[in-house]
């Protein structure tokens, strides 16, 4: 039924108890793969070696393999680990009557929450073992909320994240809807991003902007955008959060992003038209300005590369420490302010026929001044989804200095913009400076080395 792998942990000791729960699970979930413990240590080592998407847990259990010795306390231990470690997984909690109260902790302490189709599951609930029918009837609203995912109908590129689209899923599935079109909006960052439109009969079309990734980075983005982003910049100038989930995805996360208007990106209207794209990037130079304060401090050049790669990343990517060494001990006045931090082509969407709309504030907070031109300028030659990337287009990547490394004159307009941006915000100095550490990270998010390093050398022959 579900439109990916549903893996589930069972944790019991009694041979005739797991052959009962194993039938069960497999009747009302066929997609289901099951995963065996005996005993509490074989439960912990299954737990820290995969994630799951739903946790069967018996409490009488022994503490080892081959241990004649049943506790309640042994199974409770699972239990906590398992709420603890991947708090995003449903629980039910398999218990005699008389020792029923003994997961009230648990199961009180337990908010409901979207999952697995289901718009307020129980994430930790208990069942009295032996009670006809009480077991499916737990299992019974995973089952049909799978079923509503199965129905949607879903348009979506052949290879979308499964997590991606399960978080897609239990979002349409929320609100009704009943249509689903997912286009895909990758970064460098190892997340997973897509623009989505969903659809129901008699409503407006709604669109979103999604991110998965991990549960702690999904929190920490949230964390960042009400410390940077609300209130300080104009709300029709980013994407507000309208729900976050954090059940039923593993050990993942996602977040959905308002764009009430058919958004484009800003490689694609660049690709379209160039100084039309030029024109988006004044503007949003103008919507940063409340971010452009911030102190002046003394900073080396490598300080500024070790931001983002260690000497030791940067020896095992193929470059050599002594290169830049020179350069990398300049000291330099450097001024910082507030920076988006990954402000490529992708994560700018334009709307309403020219104004910006940021997304993605994974890196947000206090960084160099000029770094997010620099991101954007430099997004032009490395992101997979720049127009010029697409049509392999050649670079001269030693000429990234005096700008004009683009071929054949191709979004001159959009590159010089950047350019006069970072340069006006920063200073020449600090723009190479900025310029070169952020080449060199570039190695660690798949750029080949000799591209990466041919910017680096021409910034830095710049501050030389």
């Not at 995805?249 to 660049?270: E, I, K, M």
């Not at 160099?368 to 392999?392: K, N, Q, Y």
Request: aromatic share 6%; net charge negative; hydrophobic share 40%.
């Amino acid at each position: 039924m579900s439109p990916d792998r549903f893996d589930v942990l069972l944790v019991e000791d009694n041979a005739d108890s797991r052959r009962a729960a194993e039938a069960d699970i497999a009747d009302m979930m066929p997609d289901a793969v099951v995963h065996w413990a005996g005993d509490t240590q074989s439960a912990l080592e299954l737990m820290a070696a995969n994630v799951y998407d739903l946790a069967v847990c018996d409490l009488r259990i022994p503490a080892k393999p081959r241990d004649l010795s049943l506790s309640e306390t042994n199974g409770l231990a699972v239990v906590a680990k398992l709420r603890e470690s991947q708090p995003g997984t449903p629980v039910i909690i398999l218990s005699a009557f008389g020792t029923i109260e003994d997961t009230e902790p648990y199961t009180s302490g337990a908010s409901p929450a979207a999952a697995h189709g289901v718009p307020a599951l129980r994430m930790c609930q208990a069942v009295v073992k032996g009670v006809e029918g009480e077991f499916t009837n737990r299992l019974r609203p995973i089952q049909e909320g799978q079923l509503k995912i199965v129905g949607l109908e879903f348009t979506a590129p052949t290879d979308l994240d499964l997590l991606l689209r399960r978080a897609i899923s239990q979002f349409a599935v929320d609100r009704g809807m009943t249509e689903v079109e997912v286009t895909r909006a990758g970064g460098l960052s190892g997340s997973t991003n897509a623009i989505v439109t969903m659809r129901r009969l008699g409503a407006p079309e709604m669109r979103a902007f999604v991110k998965a990734d991990a549960r702690e980075w999904v929190l920490d983005e949230l964390e960042r955008r009400r410390l940077w982003v609300e209130g300080y910049l104009d709300a029709s100038n980013w994407a507000p959060t309208i729900e976050t989930l954090s059940a039923g995805l593993r050990d993942r996360a996602a977040y959905f992003s308002s764009l009430a208007s058919n958004p484009t990106t800003l490689f694609d209207l660049a690709a379209v038209d160039d100084g039309a794209g030029s024109s988006v990037i004044s503007k949003l130079q103008l919507t940063l300005v409340p971010w452009n304060v911030g102190d002046t401090s003394s900073v080396t050049v490598a300080d500024l590369r070790r931001a983002h790669l260690s000497d030791a990343e940067l020896i095992s990517a193929g470059a050599s420490v002594d290169e830049f060494s020179d350069v990398e001990s300049l000291t330099l006045d450097m001024r910082s302010r507030v920076c988006h931090g990954d402000l490529h082509g992708e994560n700018v969407l334009v709307v309403d026929g020219g104004r910006p709309m940021m997304v993605d504030f994974a890196y947000t907070g206090n960084g160099p001044a000029g770094e997010d031109p620099i991101t954007l300028e430099m997004s032009l030659m490395f992101h997979p989804g720049s127009p010029l990337v697409a049509r392999g287009s050649s670079f001269d990547y030693e000429r990234w200095a005096d700008g004009d490394y683009l071929p054949n004159g191709e979004l001159r307009e959009t590159r010089a913009r950047c350019r006069e941006w970072g340069v006006r915000e920063a200073g020449r100095e600090q723009f190479m400076a900025v310029s070169y550490a952020h080449a060199i990270r570039h190695l660690k998010r798949g750029v080949p080395a000799p591209v990466a390093l041919a910017v680096a050398r021409s910034a830095a022959d710049a501050l030389r």
